[in-house]
């Protein structure tokens, strides 16, 4: 398992954070010769292959692979566009949807989805000038039913999360609620004890960087 | 469409050359005409190359600031007309106009060019007010300089009319408008490693840094500001006050 | 603001009680405005900037989207109660002036490659004006453009410089801005030393002009430790 660094210290916007060594610069951090400097007021996180940064704060900017909750803005002919809380939406091709032949001329494909419904879904691809494209080929995508949405700043998303997903189990488990989180920053939360999830969550997002987190929202959650 | 209009000057600097066969610290051939506007109490006409400018002076009476309460007022205004050019639009100043405007008006004003303590005519009440217009007649690049040339040459040739029982009679002159001072301004571009003056319009699109500066005739720098998009290190903008010092002496020489 | 013939400089100490190379009480805040994306209060004595930064969003209308990188757009505006005579609201030109230059000044440490066709919009207004608005405007957009998570090749600083009774100074006030024998505004991208922004008014000698520049980068690399400071106040 490569070994990740994440320290707690934060950088700022043009702060020096380390040098190349033939890594790779990823998001977050650029360079100038040999030095990596961070883009962002962030956390940086550097491995042996690569340095970038995690931004504390910013909108959604959609990247390949990211596991997202989108909302259906428009039916088209062969797919649909959906709205995934950046300044750009995604469009979903009917072939990455729907595992069925359809004959497109003769099915009006909003009964697989309409505007308005829920997905849980993945970026497939994201190109230079940001078009994006989202697939529902992938464990764990699917329609979502009743529940609400809340946003929250997408880089507290992992915090939400927890240690292999410790946080948002105990969560689940306390309030009974079904939750899936995206890394856009869209939390799905269906259950009748969904305003004392909610208000768990935004505790986190609130308190992300402060100790003793994770007892406060237990006591929170016990009550 | 609007990179591609830079983009065959830029080969040519990065080559030492430029389009018109100038060398980098050479103006485009300038044509200066005075009092070209019988209406008006000054004016002027300048050529750079093909950019032309007219500058008009109007002079009328009018109340003084209250914290100048003896002095003249300067009033400095541009039109970026749509005629000169099809980037320009009517209707009020574009921020380019009124930067424009802004700029030419402090290298008048900081300068004191203009005597104001000998435009006033009934203390706290009754002062001159120098209007200077300047339209834009053909935008080929470089309207500061362009029209910083004809807002000073239209002031020294402006003549101050005489006001018979408190109304001005327009064609009637009293006297000149007292000019002490011949600011001139440089605009100073930077492409590459090459420094270069009086861009044209091609050369504007495609500079890397720009700075525009006013001199007095004592080399005492009366106003600077620095232009373009991109940052600009210290040493460059030395190097760049140094030639606009320099070409401004020159420049100067063809102003009477 | 009125001219005045008082000596500006008594006993190597100006009206104010400051020397001639000493900034003033200077106060940043970064997070003041909810619904910003980003936001920061700065202020230099008496002189109050709030910014704040919407975006990147969409940009609309359609045809002034970039395919390549964003835009940004920035307005620098001054309340009317903000100064001595009420100020009129609607945007006088030096306004207009002010928000093309400040705009430029601060594009330049942008990645807008990194949003192509949004845009971001940075708004400044100027709640109390005593000398030195654009520059305490500039310090408080680049710290909302930072809280606000936009990806900046670093933050800008801005800072003023001039000449008073012959004597260099820093940071003016609004009775020296009026008063002085030059005025000089600039910012910078401090660990780079590159100037974005610079503007002088006033009669100096080429000499005097190199002393400023060099005054001003001095004092911008102070006000910079203040930014940072600020920055990791919120989040730290």
Redesign the interface.
Known sequence: MEEVKEKRE?V???EFIGEKKGRKVGR?A?FEGEKV?S???GIPRTSEMEISVI?????Y?PNFGDKIIAIIESVELSGWFVTINS??NAFLPLAEAVEEFVDTSRTDISRYFDVGDVIFCRISRVT???TVQASMNDVGCRKLYGGIIIKVTP?KIPRIIGKAGSMVTLIKSKTGCDIYTGQNGLVWIRGENKAKAIEAILTIEKES?TIGLTEKIEKMLGE | MKEMEGQYALELIMKGKRIDERNFEDFREIKIEKNIISKAEGSARVKMGETEVIAGVKLNTGEPFSDTPEEGVLIVNTEFTPLASPDFESGPPGEDAVELARIVDRGIRESKCIEVGKLCIVPEEKVWMVFVDIHIINDQGNLLDAAALAAIVALLNTKIPKIKDEEIVRGEYEKDLPVVFKPINIVVGKVGNNFLVDPNFEEEKILDAKLSVSVRDDEKICALQKQGKNEVSMEDLEKMVDIAMKKSKEIRKLVK | MTKTEEKMIVNGKRIDGRKPDELRKIEMKVGVISRA??SAHVSFGNTVALASVH?????FPRWMQE??SGIFRCRYNMAPFSVEDRKSPAPDRRSVELSKVIKLAIEP?L?LE?????TIDAFIEIIEADGSTRVAGINAASLAL??????????IVACSVGKIDGTLIVDLNGKEDNNSECDMAVAM???KEKVTLLQMDGVITRKEFSELLNLAKENCKKIYELQ?KA??EK??
Do not use: Q, W
């Open positions: 934060v700022l916007p043009g977050g650029y400097f883009k962002f007021l931004p504390l704060s910013g909108i900017l300044p750009y230079k000038n940001k880089s960087h | 994306t980003g975006g990147p969003r969409e940009l395919s390549e440490a990645f990194d949003f192509p066709k949004a930072a809280h606000a998570g936009i990806p900046m090749k670093d933050l991208i401090p660990t940072k920055l990791k989040f730290g």
